[in-house]
């Protein structure tokens, strides 16, 4: 997996976050570490932090102080009580008298085993102390918030994702075209995790990456198809946008809920006023509200072409009487 052959090894090696490097570095020289919680979107480097601190500290027999535990597929109390209490609860030897707990998406642990572990951090404060690792800290109860040094970790400003996959792949031999490395970027939003993934499948066609490759790696439409069937639905032709919606499923074999996201993306690059735009995006955001509970997706999809077509007669008119 390419995401973990580039995955980097040390502080110094962290290509963003740069004011949270040198905190974590001062952590190091000092061989004291608080209680942290990491939090921030996925793929921004949370746990590769977390796992550079603890190798600067410990060394490279690092594993030996550390417990990974995904507190999302492990949420529960019984989790807290036995697996983190056992582990947290055992002194360390060495230069460093305590060892390190990384819990992931600790922000999907369950009310009650984040009670528990409050108790836990608490308690076995001297041997142990706890990086948890959030994508909303807000999730995480203010006892534990209370006791933590928190970290706001940012998505990799485009200068540095590009520099960076262009870098992987230069090393893999891979082609990519700027046009792929666009639509690796549209996709996955700033997730380089995931945009090192997507870099990861397209290569396994073995040929030059442009945007029509990675769409279809990533199970999306392409941007130009969206824009062209909102486009055809706003100038009042409802049979031929809900053609174009069905082609499009049909062709990249994408869900409904997906179809939903990238209309709501190119609704705010629509060259109409303001208000509509806002208009626009509550229809969207009803029809996307119904598919979550259940509703027929091919159904509320044409339902939402239908409420565009509605909405362009409506600017239409009031357009006509100003």
Known sequence: MWAEKYR????DEMVNQKEIVERLKSFVKAKNVPHC???????????????CLARDLYGENYREYIMELNASDERGIDVVRETVKTFARVRSIGEVPFKIMILDEADNMTADAQ??????????TETCRFILCANYSGKIIEPIQSRCAPFRFTYLPREEHDKYLRYIAENEGVSLLDEGLD?????CGGDLRRAINTLQAAASLSKPIDAKVVYSIAGRANPADVRKMIDVAMKGNFIEARKQLREMIQKYGVAGSDIIRQIHTEIFKLD???????????????IDYRLVEGADEEVQLSALLAKLVEAAYEMRGST???
């Open 272 to 286: 109409i006023p303001e208000p509509w735009k806002i208009k626009l995006a509550d229809i969207v955001g009803e």
């Open 8 to 11: 980097p090894k040390t502080l």
């Open 115 to 124: 009670q528990a572990l409050r108790r836990t951090m608490e308690r076995y």
């Open 183 to 187: 639509a690796i970027y549209e996709v």
């Open 320 to 322: 006509k009487k100003v």
């Open 37 to 51: 919680i990491f939090a921030g979107p996925p793929g921004t480097g949370k746990t590769t932090a977390a796992l």
